[in-house]
């Protein structure tokens, strides 16, 4: 059927659309729209173009990969084309892809091809090309044909070997993979920025893609990159396996980096069992990825397999739900959390994202409100990655609506009409009601019930406030007075339920000084200060009547948190209650202080503890090495000297292992606190 008049003109203005999309994507790095978005106009092109082949160009969008390459840089031509990868987004295009390619091959429809399965990265595409085992060129993609050399930036990456180990490979060898940042490294890069008063990166994918266009190539050797091989290209003067999965193995070998997660997969049934897993752990993986790469192992098959115009037709990506859209921002409400702290919330357009619906997401505070300048009426991206709170990443200027007004901080509180204040050189407001504000009492019981204070089961955050709403509870002491029959008038208790709660209750009573303080809520007094807090002063008396002078001599205590400290205990109220707490039976085992020095035999020492311990609780193992001087961390890094690990190790393990960090176990531990005891 011959096109229509309207259709040639829709099929333009597609065109059109996508290619100032891949300008502001791949050569400006300033994307105006998520990528959901742009698959949404590439799949509606391609299905326009698939209906009428004669409206087909060769400079049709689908007929390529990316863009030009920037002029900045010099242009390499890539011997054999980089192309990309179709998408799918379910199960039945996995399967659609499986039918095909046995249908090709011309195997049962149920045969178990074996795939090599690996996470789709969410970053920068690059070609890597060493001659007799030296890197003598990095390159962009670009357009799949042409990319933009690189090389001066590629050699700053460690992962990034500058020479290949071992022996008997090719004279010529390019390799494929993604360069990529790390989420921990984006986090602290972005973090930087807004300290410096500099733009903040959008996503992970977009600051990898920044850092490898520098002109100075000791700019990006400051970023945080990371890279994994996953394909070779140009092979001559020598030989590979006949295998996809041997290929990498070999690659490894030699000294690349290859993702530690791929599989080898057997059939349909493989693949979505791999797609599954990965989806499970995702959040808890190093780095962001947008879905799964599978590959026909066999390069034989690969061969017969052959490819379409712009993808092979023996790989395929299966993408997870689109973790960002575009939506429009009703309101502006704020929030009061158990400091007092005023967190500004976007009301939203309700967005189906990252497999939910969203109509809510944070601004974080006034700062970062005003930096994006979000404004009710805006259309905004909205982000959401896992159980992360869903937040507003970027406004769409060129969408805002004429008569927008730039949003103010209250003048009194949302909650309980008290004064807000910003103290100045912060960058939260705060209402002024303290105690009398239900909205700080709320937050700060459930604050000191939670897991990691006095860790009371059972006792939820409905709970809670159906107990403040009622009168029931107050301050925290009340929690201990109450009885089976206050808990069993509450909504959805039971009388089993409730006698549960208070036999929790009662058993919360003994806990230990570190979490007891946590469990306090005092501003910037977190797990870490609350357990060197503990070691320091051995009593909970010497750090209530402590001066901000003395307080400062407890490692990570400086002026400001041990201003705060001093303050909280200052207050008569606060007083009251930790007295009520302890007439009420909580008690913890105290020891003499230990404040001959900052310092002790682990001093410098930074141990990150993962995975179950049998002997003593995560808890009970910091204090311990907090007591010798060392350091306890969430997240292993290059500065980690010790990854203590027990039962049920998850990825901490495998990171300390490839960055070649002394990995002990429990015992190990023990052995070398009592050796430096």
Known sequence: MTATASTRKKVELLREEIRFHNNLYHVLDAPEIPDSQYDQLMRELQTLEAEHPELVTPDSPTQRVGAEPIAAFGTVEHRLPMLSLNNVFSEQGLAEFHRRVTEKLELVEDADIAYMAEPKFDGAAVSLQYENGRLVCGATRGDGTRGENITHNVRTIEAVPLRLLGKNFPSLLEIRGEVFMPRAGFAKLNERARANGEKTFVNTRNAAAGSLRQLDPRLTAERPLDCYVYSVGVVEGGSLPDRHSEILDQLQEWGLKVCPERRLVAGIEGCIEYFANVGERRDSLDYDIDGVVYKVDRLDYQRELGFISRAPRWAIAYKFPAQEELTQVENIEFQVGRTGALTPVARLKP??????????????????LHRKD????????????????????????????PGTRRVRIPRHCPVCGSHVVRIEGEAVARCTGGLSCAAQRSESLKHFVSR??????????KLIEQLVSSGRIKTPDDIYKLTAADVAEMERMADKSAENL?????????????????GLGI??????????????????AGIMEAAVEDLQQVPDVGPIVASRIHAFFAEEQNRRVIQELIKDGVNWEETEPQQTAR???????????????????????????????????????????????????????????????????????????LINK
């Open 599 to 673: 310092s002790g035999p682990l001093d410098g020492k930074v141990f990150v503890l993962t995975g179950t311990m049998q002997s003593m609780t995560r808890d009970e193992l910091k204090a311990r090495i907090h007591a010798l001087g060392g350091k306890v961390t969430g997240s292993v890094s290059k500065k980690t000297d010790y990854l203590v690990y027990g039962d049920k190790a998850g990825s901490k393990l495998t990171k300390a292992q490839n960055l070649k960090i002394a990995i002990i176990d429990e015992d190990g531990v023990n052995e070398l606190l």
């Open 523 to 540: 501003r910037e007094v977190g797990e870490a200060t609350a357990a060197s807090l503990a070691a320091y002063y051995g009593k909970l």
């Open 452 to 461: 990691k204070a006095l860790d009371i089961d059972g006792l939820g955050s």
């Open 374 to 401: 979000v404004r009710v009426g805006d259309t905004v991206i909205v982000r959401r990655a896992g159980d992360v709170i869903p937040e507003v990443v970027q406004v769409i200027a060129d969408k805002r609506p």
């Open 502 to 518: 208070i036999a929790a209750i009662k058993k919360s009573r003994r806990t230990t000084l570190s979490r007891f303080l946590y």
């Open 351 to 368: 967005v189906f994202v990252g497999g939910v619906t969203v109509s809510n997401a944070t601004l974080h505070n006034m700062d970062e």
